[in-house]
C-alpha cells in the first residue's frame, strides 16, 4: 500500500500508516547545517532560548560553502559555528574535508530509512542512500536540532524507472538533465521522486548521488533510490509513473538560465566558454573526476580556459591523489581547489565576470549564480566538461572516448 | 489586513535572484544584505520598494537554494506578503518561519494584476482583493498552527509567546 516515503514517515511519526496530505510530526535522525545556512541557525537557536538541544549527538556542521574563508565576514560567521559545535559538543567538519553532502556520504552519515533534514536544498541527494532526506532552511533546522522532530506534509510520490543501458559518453548527470527537461523546474514541487534501477549495468552509489541531487532542481521534497527493508508494497499508489529508456539518451546540456532548459549538447557546439569547473555535490565525486582525467590524459587545457577541478571531499581528494587522477588533472593544466562548494554558490574560487561563460558539472545555472548577473552558465556532466576545456568551446564528449 | 503596492515579477524567481551568494558570503547581517535584495532581476529595485509592498509573481516563486535569508531580506526590506501562482517548498516553509505570508492563488488573478496595482490581502478571511482592478481570489486557508505562526511575526516569535516548542 505504501511507497518508501510513506513508509519511513510512518515509521518516523510512529504511525501505522500515513496519507499524502497528511500533516506529521516525525522524529529526525540526522540533522545538519553548513556555513551558509548554521550562522542564521545558530541565532534562531539563541532565540528560542533553550540550553539543551536533544539532536546534538545526531547532527554535523560543515564549513563548506566559503572555504577557506575568502572574506573577513565569513571568517566570523566560521568563529561562531566553531564556537557554537564546542560548547553544545556538535561535530563539526571544517575547512577542507568537503562538500557537505559528500562528507554525510563517506561518513555514512545518513541511512537506509532515516528521515535526514539538513539546511541546504540538495539535501535530497542522501535519497541515493535510501534516506528520506529532506532540505530546509535555517528555522526548520534549529527546530529539528533542538527538538528532534520537525513537521511535514506527507508528499505525493512519482515513480520513476531508469530502464535500458546507457550509451557511451552518457551519464547519470545526462538521465538527470532528461528528467529535468521532461519535469521542469517545478514537475516534482512537494513531491517525492522514488527511483526504480533498472538499468544494465546498474548505477553506482555516485551515480545515483547525482540524480537524487539534481531532483531538488525538479522542485523535490526527497528522491529516493528504495533499499530493504524500506522499499515500496506493491500496490504502493503513485501520483504519476515515468519509464525513462536511457538506452537512447546522448549528451546532454542546460542552458542558462534555468536548469531545466537542456537540449543536446550536439545543439550547443562551439560556444566558447572562459571557464570550466568540474566540481560540487552533483558531480565532484572519485568517478566523475576519473571520466576527466581520461579525457585531459596526456593533452593540455586550451589556452585562455580556467579548468577549476575541485574535489567534493578531502576523501575524494585522498583517493584521486592515490590514483594519479590529480597528478593527470594538473599536468593537463587544470587548477586543484582544496574541497569545498567553490565557485557553484558564487562565494568564491572561480568568479565569473560580465559577459564571461562557464560549462559547470553543478547543479544550477541561475543568472548571477556564479558570479556577474551577465555570465552564462551552461550545466553538463564531467566527460562534456573535460572536453569543452579541452576545445575551449562546448564539444560533444564521445569522440574523446570512442577507442 | 494587508495593503500594499504590487511588486509584479515572473516565473521561477530563484532565491539566488532575490539574494545573490556574492552578497551572502560578504554579509554578517541581513540588513546588510537586504540592500541588495532583487539586484540580479533589476539593480533599481531595492531603491523602490516601500514598507508595505506586496510581490506577486508567477510559478515556482523561491526555488532554488534553501537560504532562509530570501525571505528574511524580504521582510527588513519592508515586503508584507508574497503572492504567487505557486511557490517552491523549502521558501514556503521559511517564509512561514520567518512571518511573511506567502499566498499561493489563482493563474488568471497575477496575470491580471500589475506593477504598482493596490492590493488587499486578508489572512483570517483567505483573501487577496485587487484594490484597483476591482478583482478578488480566495487563496486555500493556512492550518492553524501556521497562521498563528504568521501572526506571531515567524516561528521564533510563536516559540516565545507560547512559553514553550510544542
Redesign the interface.
Known amino acids: 500500500m505504501a511507497t518508501t516515503a510513506e513508509k519511513i514517515l510512518a515509521k518516523a511519526s510512529e504511525a501505522k500508516r500515513v496519507e499524502p496530505g497528511e500533516f506529521v510530526v516525525a522524529n529526525v535522525d540526522f540533522v545538519f547545517a553548513h556555513d551558509g545556512t548554521a550562522p542564521l541557525m545558530i541565532d534562531v537557536i539563541r532565540e528560542f532560548g533553550v540550553t539543551t538541544l536533544k539532536l546534538a549527538g545526531k547532527s554535523a556542521l560543515f564549513i563548506d560553502h566559503a572555504a577557506p574563508s575568502p572574506s573577513l565576514q565569513s571568517s566570523i560567521l566560521h568563529k561562531k559555528m566553531r564556537e557554537f559545535a564546542a560548547r553544545y559538543g556538535i561535530k563539526l567538519f571544517d575547512v577542507g574535508e568537503g562538500v557537505c553532502h559528500q562528507v554525510v556520504m563517506d561518513y555514512y552519515l545518513a541511512q537506509p530509512g532515516y528521515v535526514v533534514v539538513g539546511a541546504d536544498s540538495h539535501t535530497t541527494i542522501h535519497g541515493a542512500t535510501g534516506a528520506f532526506a529532506v532540505g530546509v532552511g535555517s528555522t526548520d533546522a534549529a527546530f529539528a536540532l533542538t527538538t528532534g522532530r520537525l513537521w511535514f506534509k506527507v508528499p505525493e510520490t512519482i515513480k520513476v524507472t531508469l530502464k535500458g543501458k546507457l550509451e557511451l559518453g552518457v551519464f547519470s548527470k545526462d538521465i538527470a538533465l532528461a528528467l529535468l527537461k521532461e519535469l521542469g523546474t517545478d514537475g516534482a514541487s512537494y513531491m517525492t521522486i522514488e527511483y526504480h534501477d533498472e538499468l544494465s549495468p546498474k548505477l553506482s552509489q555516485s551515480a545515483k548521488a547525482t540524480i537524487s541531487n539534481l531532483s531538488a532542481e525538479m522542485g523535490a521534497k526527497a528522491a529516493i533510490f528504495p533499499v530493504e527493508p524500506f522499499t515500496p508494497d506493491r500496490d504502493a499508489a503513485y501520483f504519476s509513473e515515468i519509464d525513462l529508456d536511457c538506452s537512447c539518451l546522448e549528451p546532454l546540456i542546460a542552458k542558462p538560465p534555468l536548469p531545466s532548459n537542456v537540449v543536446p549538447v550536439s545543439e550547443v557546439e562551439n560556444i566558447e566558454v572562459n571557464e570550466v569547473f568540474i566540481g560540487s555535490c552533483t558531480n565532484g565525486r572519485l568517478e566523475d573526476l576519473e571520466i576527466a582525467a581520461r579525457i585531459l590524459k596526456g593533452k593540455k587545457v586550451r589556452e585562455g580556459v580556467r579548468c577549476v577541478v575541485i574535489p567534493a571531499s578531502r576523501k575524494v581528494y585522498e583517493k584521486a591523489l592515490e590514483n594519479n587522477i590529480i597528478d593527470t588533472l594538473v599536468k593537463a593544466g587544470c587548477v586543484i581547489g582544496p574541497p569545498t562548494c567553490g565557485p557553484c554558490v558564487g562565494a568564491h574560487m572561480g568568479l565569473l565576470g560580465p559577459e564571461e561563460t562557464a560549462l559547470s558539472t553543478a547543479n544550477r545555472n541561475f543568472t548571477g549564480r556564479m558570479g556577474d548577473p551577465s555570465a552564462k552558465i551552461f550545466l553538463a556532466s564531467p566527460a562534456t566538461a573535460a572536453a569543452t576545456a579541452l576545445e575551449g568551446k562546448i564539444v560533444d564528449p564521445r569522440k574523446y572516448l570512442r577507442g | 489586513m494587508l495593503r500594499g503596492k504590487v511588486i509584479k515579477l515572473g516565473d ?1 524567481v ?1 532565491t ?2 532575490v539574494i ?3 552578497y ?5 547581517s541581513v540588513e546588510d544584505m537586504a540592500k541588495h535584495i532583487f ?2 532581476i533589476d539593480p533599481t529595485l531595492a531603491s523602490r520598494i516601500k514598507p508595505g509592498d506586496i510581490v506577486v509573481a508567477g ?2 516563486f523561491g ?7 530570501a ?2 531580506v524580504m521582510v527588513v526590506a519592508g515586503i508584507a506578503a508574497v503572492v504567487a501562482k ?1 511557490f ?3 521558501f514556503f ?2 517564509a512561514i ?2 512571518g511573511l505570508p506567502v499566498l499561493a492563488v489563482d493563474e488568471k488573478f497575477v496575470d491580471s494584476t500589475f506593477e504598482a496595482d493596490l492590493l488587499e490581502v486578508d489572512l483570517a478571511k483567505s483573501t487577496v482583493r485587487n484594490v484597483t482592478r476591482n478583482l478578488e481570489v480566495n487563496f486555500k486557508p493556512f ?1 492553524q498552527q501556521l497562521l498563528q505562526i504568521l501572526e506571531a511575526g ?3 516569535s510563536y ?2 509567546k507560547k512559553g514553550a ?2
Not at chain 2, 551572502?24 to 554578517?28: C, L, P, T
Not at chain 2, 526555488?63 to 535569508?69: I, L, N, P
Request: a positive charge; charged letters at 35%.
Open positions: 521561477d530563484n539566488d535572484l545573490a551568494g556574492r551572502k558570503f560578504r554579509s554578517v539586484e540580479d510559478k515556482n526555488c532554488g537554494s534553501s537560504r532562509e535569508q525571505p528574511r505557486s517552491a517548498r523549502i516553509r521559511n518561519n520567518v492550518p515567524g516561528l521564533v516559540v516565545k516548542l510544542f
